[in-house]
């Protein structure tokens, strides 16, 4: 089943439980919020957000997590001017 506009824009229900949208800019305009309950949301873009990104887990990229960041830099220590090394940072991350 398929819904089609003359502009190229579609919602098409396909076997297997999927549905797919095409379009140039899609738009949900809801009040409260928007709930999607899955495992995993992809997206091959960026994504931008307009105000502070909160996490109920953990944050990681490609080379970690950034509870592993800030253990690094919490418990780092460096070469000082003077050849001795510096004491670890003092307000840690």
Do not use: C, W
């Not at 824009?9 to 549905?19: A, E, P, Q, Y």
């Amino acid at each position: 089943m398929a819904i089609y506009t003359d502009e190229g824009d579609s919602i098409v229900l396909k076997r297997g439980r999927l549905i797919e949208a095409t379009t140039e800019t899609f738009v949900i305009n809801a009040k409260n919020k928007v709930v999607l309950n899955t495992q995993q949301v992809e997206t091959s873009g960026k994504i931008t957000a307009g105000q502070s990104i909160v996490s109920q887990a953990e944050i990681q990229d490609k080379p970690g997590s950034m509870s592993t960041m800030r253990m690094q830099y919490n418990t780092h220590n460096r070469q000082g001017d003077n050849g001795g090394v510096t004491s670890k940072p003092n307000q840690p991350m």
